[in-house]
T-cell receptor
Framework: TAGITQAPTSQILAAGRSMTLRCTQD?????MYWYRQDLGLGLRLIHY???????GKGEVPDGYSVSRANTDDFPLTLASAVPSQTSVYFC??????????FGSGTRLTVV | GQQLNQSPQSMFIQEGEDVSMNCTSS?????WLWYKQEPGEGPVLLIA?????ELTSNGRLTAQFGITRKDSFLNISASIPSDVGIYFC?????????????FGTGTRLQVFP
């Protein structure tokens, strides 16, 4: 099925540990995004990539890093997780203004 | 940073009723979009608006791009149980280096039979 695949679906992570959230798309979209969703705050942009080889910071980038080695993959890394990073993380891609395709999310709990 | 104020935060309605929700911004946007999110899934695009004053329908859904480019509303007519979910507005401001979306805080809709 075409679209965005995120892995894992959920994870419990000890504080201080590192983790990479995976995101893969098969639509050959140039732009990709990482959002976090927290109750009452909607979706907030963490990092984005307009095309392979480029990345940029969003609204809440601290504590996160990304890479875009190719068109299809856009992993998000937490170098040293903290409880405030407990959230649901969504990856998205787009090839036209506003028309984002979202993955099903990764629910992360940092304890 | 830019903020989108979305209201109401939640709605509990009877099946068959009409629903209205809106979004306002302190900034001007080039595009307004409305997404729906169902439990355990990511948001799905419902309607995209590209011109100030534009009124667009998608089945029972109607959305408008405000003339000031700082607001938008979404109406759902004759609601049905499958309309349940969280509705997000989103604004997009094109710049030289990105076209990222800013999302509202969401309206949680519950429909009772």
């Amino acid at each position: 099925t075409a679209g965005i695949t995120q892995a894992p679906t959920s994870q419990i992570l000890a504080a201080g540990r590192s983790m990479t959230l995976r995101c893969t798309q098969d639509m050959r979209h140039n732009a990709m995004y990482w959002y976090r969703q927290d109750l009452g705050l909607g979706l907030r942009l963490i990092h984005y990539s307009n095309t392979a080889g480029t990345t940029g910071k969003g609204e809440v980038p601290d504590g996160y890093s990304v890479s875009r080695a190719n068109t299809d993959d856009f992993p998000l890394t937490l170098a040293s997780a903290v409880p405030s990073q407990t959230s649901v993380y969504f990856c998205a891609s787009s090839d036209s203004p506003g028309s984002y395709t979202f993955g099903s999310g990764t629910r992360l709990t940092v304890v | 940073g830019q903020q989108l104020n979305q209201s109401p935060q939640s709605m509990f309605i009877q099946e068959g009723e009409d629903v209205s929700m809106n979004c306002t911004s302190s900034s001007i946007f080039n595009t307004w979009l409305w997404y729906k999110q169902e439990p355990g899934e990511g948001p799905v695009l419902l309607i995209a608006l590209y011109k100030a004053g534009e009124l667009t329908s998608n089945g029972r859904l109607t959305a408008q791009f405000g003339i000031t480019r700082k607001d938008s509303f979404l109406n759902i007519s004759a609601s049905i149980p499958s309309d349940v979910g969280i509705y997000f507005c989103a604004g997009q401001l094109f710049s030289w280096n990105t076209d990222k979306l800013i999302f509202g805080t969401g309206t949680r809709l519950q429909v009772f039979p």
